[in-house]
T-cell receptor, first 114, second 111 residues
Framework: DAGVIQSPRHEVTEMGQEVTLRCKPI?????LFWYRQTMMRGLELLIY????????DSGMPEDRFSAKMPNASFSTLKIQPSEPRDSAVYFC????????????FGPGTRLTVT | SQQGEEDPQALSIQEGENATMNCSYK?????LQWYRQNSGRGLVHLIL?????REKHSGRLRVTLDTSKKSSSLLITASRAADTASYFC???????????FGPGTRLSVLP
């Protein structure tokens, strides 16, 4: 298996632009997680899907952030409009079933908003 | 505040020595997981220990869990330069949700 795949790996955009991050989880995994990592705040869970349904989105910072999982093999995290404080590394992870199993992380997307 | 807090924040040792990192948490958990992150990479799962377990081993890694003290420790024996990384603990609540990562311990193993 190729592992969790994220794209793009790097994204540089100007403030106000829309940003879409993509994730393909490991085949057969039922749960998908989006995290954000910064030096100041560490690793934060943004949203967690189970069987394509959002279970916990309490970590989504504000309405500018939205996430979808239209099917078991694809998820997107969208920021609209983007702001410089959104600059971070965004990780997607998947697991066999929620928190009872280990999570497999993708390589991350490094987002820079200027 | 962080549910999981690793201690120390940074640790520097010589190759061959043992490294011990601690994690404290505040609320009841279903399990606690340890991850490693090499610079610029995603996190890699190391060990998952459930609330009814006290100790687990995996190769050179040993994890203990003390639910009465709400703490866990990760021991890396006979460290190698390749063990240089940041190590995170993550707690999962009794509903199998609320994944909270601590700020991590940066381990440097000097050759």
């Amino acid at each position: 298996d190729a592992g969790v795949i994220q794209s793009p790996r790097h994204e540089v955009t100007e403030m106000g632009q829309e940003v879409t991050l993509r994730c393909k989880p490991i085949s057969g995994h039922n749960s998908l997680f989006w995290y954000r990592q910064t030096m100041m705040r560490g690793l934060e869970l943004l949203i967690y899907f189970n069987n394509n349904v959002p279970i916990d989105d309490s970590g989504m910072p504000e309405d500018r952030f939205s996430a979808k999982m239209p099917n078991a093999s694809f998820s997107t995290l969208k920021i609209q409009p983007s702001e410089p404080r959104d600059s971070a590394v965004y990780f997607c992870a998947s697991s066999l079933g929620g928190g009872s199993y280990e999570q497999y992380f993708g390589p991350g997307t490094r987002l820079t908003v200027t | 505040s962080q549910q999981g807090e690793e201690d120390p924040q940074a640790l520097s040792i010589q190759e061959g020595e043992n490294a011990t990192m601690n994690c404290s948490y505040k609320t009841s958990i279903n399990n606690l997981q340890w991850y490693r992150q090499n610079s610029g990479r995603g996190l890699v799962h190391l060990i998952l220990i459930r609330s009814n377990e006290r100790e687990k081993h995996s190769g050179r890694l040993r994890v203990t869990l003390d639910t009465s003290k709400k703490s866990s420790s990760l021991l890396i024996t006979a460290s190698r330069a390749a063990d240089t990384a940041s190590y995170f603990c993550a707690t999962v609540n009794n509903y199998g949700q609320n994944f909270v990562f601590g700020p991590g311990t940066r381990l440097s193993v000097l050759p």
